[in-house]
């Protein structure tokens, strides 16, 4: 039996990825989140208690399982040890269980200076990041420029000469770019220091960490942060993160080849949402749209932005099934759609008056498209006790098996509320049942 799992988000983030990692987690040894940075924003209720984590894998809050930070991302250390120390204050001992890849890549206090004046600059063409520095660790790491998790290993004044040095070049392309007034290199250098001495402890070698997950001892869950459709290949660019979200990500971010993984499970809300800018063909514009919102509570982990919201989009369900190769689908937040009395779904588009079946990802199609519309009728019994599918009312389950005809993947989970046990399995789900 192949003993990983992939978990990926199949729309433009904020699926529910974090709910679904944390409830299997329960079944694994170890959780890697394998891309992206704390642009990410994972809720999880536990009881009464929530949690968001940004960057720290979501298994981290199921007591005993390991949790590796990849080296497909991008670390702000200061983030890191925040959320560490957050999560030992609330008396949930995670210091031992958590290890960073050292080919990781780190976030600089200069990475977010330049996500701030860029996206500034841009205006009303501003693709509408976090503001975390993601981008600009990526194109260092991309140009071989960045700083390494691994280089917090070296002798302190052998890290303060390597981190002087980039903040200097820094303080170069600030002041060439933007006009901008330079940083301050030896107080970052000792920022550094300080976090370094904590961080070593949790520094190893991803290929030597993951030596288990191959070798078929440790059962594993990949995490994906975003979703399929802000995947930098394959989203609509330029309006897409700077990592690859989808299932090439998993394999390149963690060095687990596909000959390990046993079931790739895809996360859909049951309608769509999308933070910044960006096409969005099924979105709900006025009273529709806010009150899709104020139902769902969309607004964004990380920014605390509103979400655009809109009705389930299943051209880009498809794509999206289609790129990751998935082999069943979670859907989340069911419950939300309850009392509204006709449900749409998206089941194509019309560009420049032609039918359109498959989505096209280049903007300036996506941009002209128009949605065609399927009217399903909705439900008004409240849902969110339900254990069993077959005790879902009848055009609630109706909604459910059309999306999966029209994506073409079997939803094998349905998420019907926040916490844990919110949970409905149809059948046993491929390697784990929980």
Same mark, same amino acid.
């Given at each position: 039996?192949? %003993?990983?799992?992939?978990?990926?988000?199949?729309?433009?983030? $904020?699926?529910? *990825?974090?709910?679904?990692?944390?409830?299997?987690?329960?079944?694994? $040894?170890?959780?890697?989140?394998?891309? !992206?940075?704390?642009?990410?924003?994972?809720?999880?209720?536990?009881?009464?208690?929530?949690?968001?984590?940004?960057?720290? @894998?979501?298994?981290?809050?199921?007591?005993?399982?390991?949790?590796?930070? !990849?080296?497909?991302?991008?670390?702000?250390?200061?983030?890191?040890?925040?959320?560490?120390? !957050?999560?030992?204050?609330? =008396?949930? $001992?995670?210091?031992?269980?958590?290890? +960073?890849?050292?080919?990781?890549?780190?976030?600089?206090?200069?990475? *977010?200076?330049?996500?701030?004046?860029?996206?500034?600059?841009?205006?009303?063409?501003? /693709?509408?990041?976090?503001?975390?520095?993601?981008?600009?660790?990526?194109?260092?790491?991309?140009?071989?420029?960045?700083?390494?998790?691994?280089?917090?290993?070296?002798? =302190?004044?052998? +890290?303060?000469?390597?981190?002087?040095?980039?903040?200097?070049?820094?303080?170069?392309?600030?002041?060439?770019?933007?006009?901008?007034? @330079?940083?301050?290199?030896?107080?970052?250098?000792?920022?550094?220091?300080?976090?370094?001495?904590?961080?070593? @402890?949790? /520094?190893?070698?991803?290929?030597?960490?993951?030596?288990?997950?191959?070798?078929?001892?440790?059962?594993a869950l990949l995490e994906g942060a975003q979703g399929a459709l802000l995947d930098v290949d394959h989203g609509n660019f330029p309006y897409v993160t700077s990592s690859n979200c989808t299932i090439g990500g998993a394999l390149t971010g963690t060095g687990i080849s596909h000959k390990s993984i046993g079931l790739v499970m895809?996360?859909? *809300?049951?309608?769509?949402?999308?933070?910044?800018?960006?096409?969005?063909v099924s979105e709900l514009h006025g009273d529709e749209g806010e009150d899709l919102r104020a139902r769902g509570k969309e607004f964004g982990a990380t920014t605390g932005r509103p979400r655009r919201c809109g009705w389930f989009d299943a051209v880009a369900a498809r794509y999206a099934a289609t790129i990751n190769g998935l082999?069943?689908?979670?859907?989340?937040?069911? =419950?939300?759609?309850?009392?509204?009395?006709?449900?749409? /779904?998206?089941?194509?588009?019309?560009?420049?008056?032609? %039918?359109?079946?498959?989505?096209?990802?280049?903007?300036?199609?996506?941009?002209?498209?128009?949605?065609?519309?399927?009217?399903?009728?909705?439900?008004?019994?409240? /849902?969110?006790?339900?254990?069993?599918?077959?005790?879902?009312?009848?055009?609630?389950?109706?909604?459910?098996?059309?999306?999966?005809?029209?994506?073409?993947?079997?939803?094998?989970?349905?998420?019907?509320?926040?916490?844990? =046990?919110?949970?409905?399995?149809?059948?046993?789900?491929?390697?784990?049942?929980?």
């Amino acid at each position: 039996m192949k %003993p990983t799992t992939v978990v990926l988000g199949c729309q433009w983030g $904020d699926e529910g *990825k974090g709910k679904v990692v944390d409830r299997l987690a329960e079944a694994v $040894d170890l959780v890697v989140r394998f891309q !992206g940075g704390a642009n990410a924003g994972h809720t999880v209720y536990v009881g009464e208690e929530k949690f968001v984590l940004h960057l720290l @894998p979501t298994g981290v809050l199921r007591e005993g399982v390991r949790c590796l930070l !990849g080296p497909g991302m991008v670390v702000d250390p200061w983030t890191l040890l925040e959320e560490i120390d !957050g999560l030992n204050s609330r =008396d949930i $001992d995670v210091i031992e269980r958590v290890k +960073l890849a050292g080919s990781a890549q780190l976030v600089m206090p200069y990475h *977010k200076k330049f996500d701030e004046l860029r996206e500034a600059s841009l205006g009303s063409k501003g /693709i509408g990041t976090t503001g975390r520095g993601i981008g600009p660790a990526y194109e260092d790491k991309m140009s071989r420029l960045g700083l390494r998790a691994a280089d917090l290993m070296r002798a =302190d004044e052998s +890290l303060r000469r390597l981190v002087i040095e980039k903040v200097l070049r820094a303080n170069r392309l600030l002041a060439e770019r933007y006009d901008a007034p @330079p940083m301050a290199s030896e107080a970052v250098a000792d920022d550094v220091i300080a976090a370094a001495a904590r961080l070593r @402890p949790m /520094i190893v070698s991803a290929f030597e960490y993951l030596q288990p997950v191959r070798n078929g001892e440790w059962k594993a869950l990949l995490e994906g942060a975003q979703g399929a459709l802000l995947d930098v290949d394959h989203g609509n660019f330029p309006y897409v993160t700077s990592s690859n979200c989808t299932i090439g990500g998993a394999l390149t971010g963690t060095g687990i080849s596909h000959k390990s993984i046993g079931l790739v499970m895809g996360v859909f *809300k049951a309608y769509c949402t999308r933070v910044g800018n960006g096409p969005f063909v099924s979105e709900l514009h006025g009273d529709e749209g806010e009150d899709l919102r104020a139902r769902g509570k969309e607004f964004g982990a990380t920014t605390g932005r509103p979400r655009r919201c809109g009705w389930f989009d299943a051209v880009a369900a498809r794509y999206a099934a289609t790129i990751n190769g998935l082999d069943e689908i979670v859907l989340t937040k069911l =419950d939300v759609l309850t009392g509204i009395d006709t449900l749409q /779904i998206c089941t194509s588009y019309e560009i420049d008056g032609e %039918p359109v079946q498959d989505f096209p990802n280049w903007t300036d199609r996506t941009e002209k498209a128009r949605p065609v519309y399927e009217d399903m009728p909705g439900w008004t019994e409240d /849902i969110s006790g339900v254990r069993n599918f077959d005790d879902l009312p009848e055009t609630c389950r109706k909604y459910v098996d059309r999306l999966s005809e029209l994506v073409g993947v079997e939803v094998t989970v349905v998420s019907n509320g926040a916490t844990r =046990d919110d949970w409905i399995m149809r059948r046993e789900s491929g390697l784990i049942s929980v």
